[in-house]
């Protein structure tokens, strides 16, 4: 059973940054972002699978990083450039397997509760 704990929301100024952290307490293969605001579809962000390759949503490219200690499993997304349209709270996901369609929220298996990012104007 894999089990994961984000943490690192909050409230921050548009333009200012933010570092996302999920702690994984399994072994993870594929792990990712998503986002949900309210009244809206639960949205990628982004994703990173072994050896590196990583896939980002448009609307994050250029501001957001995702990255991961292997050691520690533990995921992060830096955000930085952060605007109001950021707003959501969001979601990080795992899988114990590679997935050829990470832009999928179905295609994992692993879910945290969600920590809360708000981009006040």
């Known amino acids: 059973q894999v089990q994961l704990v984000e943490s690192g929301g909050g409230l921050v100024q548009a333009g200012g940054s933010l570092r996302l952290s999920c702690v994984a307490s399994?072994?993870?293969?594929?792990m990712g972002w998503f986002r949900q605001a309210p009244g809206k579809e639960r949205e990628f962000v982004a994703a990173?699978?072994?050896?590196?390759?990583?896939v980002y949503a448009d609307s994050v490219k250029g501001r957001f990083t995702i990255s991961r200690d292997n050691a520690k499993n533990t995921l992060y997304l830096q955000m930085n450039s952060l605007k109001p349209e950021d707003t959501a709270v969001y979601y990080c996901?795992?899988?114990?397997?590679?997935?050829?369609?990470?832009?999928?929220?179905?295609?994992?298996?692993?879910w945290g509760q969600g920590t809360q990012v708000t981009v006040s104007s």
């Open positions: 990173l699978r072994p050896f590196g390759s990583t």
């Open positions: 996901a795992a899988d114990v397997s590679y997935k050829t369609r990470p832009a999928y929220a179905a295609e994992y298996d692993y």
């Open positions: 399994g072994l993870t293969s594929t």
